[in-house]
């Protein structure tokens, strides 16, 4: 849980089951998504190990950098602090991402640089999200696609997730263990 962990950026959050207070657009979501700065993307670090320094983080809403600069926002207030406790493999989960408007990579590439030899996966993200981050030439930073799109996530415990998406990973980039 985010909020009993001390790494977390969401450590000692007070989450409620009956105040439904945040918002998309005149939608209201469930008080537990975390409200990591953003007007219209929100998101749940669903697990994050930092012995094998990945996550999984699962988001909700729409992904705006033209308007909101939600990229500028999540790398900022989220994924430089994930960066910082060790973690430089990050599995995304957008099945409730319902849009995506561009605006420019710098930070997308800057995360990717942060990683250096870790990766960011995508996974279950909708065909026309995917179709929006190629078309603005983001996508080079990101893993998808493919097998990974066949992964049912949420039968996996954590680590089955991490492995099956690295295994995935390592063999499209061609790593063989030695």
């Known amino acids: 849980m985010a909020a009993d962990d001390q790494q977390s950026p969401f450590f000692g959050t007070e989450y409620s089951e009956f105040e439904f207070n945040q918002s998309i657009y005149d939608h209201l979501i469930h008080p537990q998504w975390d409200n990591f700065g953003s007007q219209t993307l929100f998101l749940k670090v669903l697990y994050a190990d930092y012995e094998q320094s ?73 065909s026309h999200v995917l179709d929006e981050f190629v078309t603005e030439g983001i996508h080079q930073y990101f893993l998808y696609g493919g097998s990974m799109e066949e992964i049912r996530w949420r039968t996996l415990l954590p680590n089955q997730l991490f492995e099956g998406v690295e295994s995935l990973v390592e063999n499209r980039l061609g790593f063989k263990e030695i």
Do not use: P, Q
């Open 54 to 126: 990945f996550c999984i983080i699962e988001m909700i809403g729409e992904w705006n950098d033209t308007l909101y600069n939600d990229i500028s926002i999540l790398k900022r207030n989220l994924i430089d602090e994930l960066i910082y406790s060790g973690i430089n493999k990050f599995i995304i989960i957008g099945e409730n991402v319902l849009n995506f408007h561009a605006s420019d990579d710098s930070y997308y590439e800057e995360w990717f640089d942060d990683v250096e030899d870790g990766w960011i996966a995508l996974l279950n993200f909708r």
